[in-house]
């Protein structure tokens, strides 16, 4: 059947298995990230455009194409939020918290809204990871912040992934980096289209971002960031570097990296991966010093980072923890009270075990062919295989006032006193 309806173009539905996936990767960063002191908040899809325009940039992509904006009711200027830091910022000033106590540990995870032209790994919603550090000047921000995400990606299986890593110095190198750049790209505008052409007079940081070829070609012999940093910030950014190689944490220099937001300041990085196609930025993040001063708080600086969940979990070696499966068969209508009775008992003493009960008794022949198509689907090499069984509770049970438990990966059956399923249960499982 042709179904009357279909998700909106870009976005998709997380269903089990890969939602479990999801959910398991949000577990692990919630555990990570609360051991290094950052609380989990939770901030509106939607805020005010002007948000996004002041902080992420009027000239970018991101804020001039890229925005679901639209008026609510009363005419007031809404846009559903394309990342996570400007709402964070807008909550910590709105609710004190730039004004308490520092270092100030932020992280959340939801869904992110951008209107690109969907294709691999890229959609209109996309789901990030965010971490941001409030009120630390000195590198050992960078330091923390990238520990924890290190520690992060490793406890998902990668081992060989690198920060890229690059300084675009402060506000007043940018503007000298940017001049100089539009110096050098000037003569090759004309080749440019009528876009990067405005990026070149409003913005030509933005540039970076651009795939036209003859962008890309003038940009080759650009002038980098790094030739235009400041004292202070070429110090910062040798002492990052330092702190990096001293916590083992790998990284390789990107002197092209200026990502595509006009918030950061000094430290910006991201982490590409091999396995991905066009679109291969697992993640970005970088320093902001200016930005909660520029939002209406106080002077503070800060540092972030947003992993693209999409993206992560496309490559993410790690396999969401091996639970155990237990399909409990009541043979008769009569018998699924029992056999309700009897999960509860068997959640209890194998906790972490999933047991589902055939509320609709469709009799053991039904419910071992969907048992072993379970046991199919749990693939090859699963270790779940192993804690897969069947519990049948049928007309010959119920006469012994017993119980037969069938282990999938053997076939071998069992049939013992229904008071013993716990205990007995709780040994079939360590076989
Ligand atoms: P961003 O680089 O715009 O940075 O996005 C971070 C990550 O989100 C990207 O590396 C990518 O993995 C993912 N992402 C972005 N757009 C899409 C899309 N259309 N589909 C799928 N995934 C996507 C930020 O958002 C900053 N707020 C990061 C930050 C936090 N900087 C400081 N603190």
């Avoid at 503007?175 to 505008?189: I, S």
């Amino acid at each position: 059947m042709t179904p009357r309806y279909r998700a909106v173009k870009g976005t998709r539905d997380l269903l089990p298995p890969e939602s479990e996936r999801f959910a398991a990767a949000e577990t692990i960063a919630r555990e990570i990230f609360s051991s290094y002191g950052y609380g989990e908040t939770r901030t509106p899809i939607l805020e005010a455009t002007e948000l996004f325009a002041r902080s992420v940039g009027e000239t970018t992509d991101l804020v001039h194409k890229e925005m679901y904006t639209f008026a609510d009711r009363k005419g007031r200027s809404l846009t559903m939020r394309p990342e996570n830091t400007a709402g964070i910022v807008r909550a910590a000033i709105e609710r004190g918290l730039a004004a308490g106590p520092m270092p100030l540990r932020l992280w959340c995870h939801g869904p992110q809204f951008r209107y690109e032209r969907p294709q691999a790994g890229r959609y209109r919603e996309f789901r990030q990871i965010d971490a941001e550090l409030f009120g630390v000047a000195g590198p050992v921000a960078e330091a923390e912040i990238l520990r924890m995400l290190v520690a992060f990606l490793r406890a998902l299986g990668f081992r060989a992934l690198s920060v890229s890593l690059n300084s675009v110095g402060t506000a007043e190198s940018r503007a000298a980096f940017g001049q100089a750049l539009r110096k050098h790209l000037k003569p090759n505008a004309v080749s440019f289209g009528e876009d990067d052409r405005r990026k070149l007079a409003e913005n030509p940081l933005r540039l970076f971002e651009s795939k036209d070829p003859a962008v890309r070609k003038a940009l080759q012999a650009a002038p980098q960031t790094l030739d235009f940093l400041d004292d202070s910030s070429r110090r910062h950014h040798e002492e990052v570097r330092r702190l990096l190689s001293a916590a083992g944490i790998p990284y390789r220099d990107d002197p092209a990296l200026v990502r595509g937001l006009d918030y950061y300041t000094r430290t910006v990085f991201e982490v590409v991966s091999g396995d991905l196609g066009a679109q291969d930025a697992i993640l970005g993040g970088g320093r902001y010093d200016n930005l909660v001063e520029l939002l209406g708080g106080p002077a503070l600086p800060a540092i972030g980072f947003a992993i693209g969940e999409d993206r992560l979990l496309s490559v993410a070696p790690f396999s969401s923890a091996v639970r155990g499966w237990a399909l409990l068969l009541p043979q008769e209508p009569e018998d699924v009270d029992e056999a309700l009775g009897l999960a509860e008992d068997l959640r209890r003493t194998a906790p972490g075990l999933t047991v589902e009960v055939d509320l609709l008794a469709r009799g053991f022949k039904k419910g071992m062919a969907r048992a072993n198509t379970l046991f199919e689907e749990a693939g090859e090499r699963s270790l779940e295989r192993e804690r897969m069984f069947a519990v049948l509770l049928g007309s010959r049970e119920r006469e012994q006032g017993a119980i037969t438990v069938k282990k999938l990966a053997t076939g071998e059956q069992e049939t013992f006193p229904r008071s013993e399923l716990a205990e007995r249960f709780g040994a079939a499982r360590e076989r």
